[in-house]
């Protein structure tokens, strides 16, 4: 199944709209993982089969390499 969700992506006009629930803050597409990354709340949002889940208890933190200060995430 991670297979076909990494295939999916995501509509480019759809990522224009899109904002970090938490921040409202800019998205960023990681291809590789299928999440929209906030770097302001420092949380990675999953697409599955193409719908991104903009739902903050459904996002990954964001590891140490890819942290963002505590501050930023409130």
Same mark, same amino acid.
């Given at each position: 199944? %991670?297979?076909? &969700?990494?295939?999916?992506?995501?509509? +480019?006009?759809?990522?224009?709209?899109?904002?970090?629930?938490?921040?409202?803050?800019?998205?960023?597409?990681?291809?590789?993982?299928? &999440?929209?990354?906030?770097?302001? %709340?420092?949380? %990675?949002?999953?697409?599955?089969?193409?719908? +991104?889940?903009?739902?903050?208890?459904? !996002?990954?933190?964001?590891? &140490? %390499?890819? !942290?963002?200060?505590?501050?930023?995430?409130r």
């Open positions: 199944m %991670a297979e076909r &969700e990494a295939e999916v992506g995501v509509d +480019p006009r759809l990522l224009e709209l899109l904002v970090c629930p938490l921040t409202k803050g800019p998205l960023r597409w990681d291809r590789v993982r299928n &999440e929209l990354v906030s770097e302001q %709340a420092g949380l %990675a949002y999953p697409i599955r089969d193409g719908i +991104p889940i903009m739902l903050v208890e459904e !996002a990954r933190p964001l590891g &140490e %390499a890819e !942290a963002v200060p505590e501050e930023l995430r």
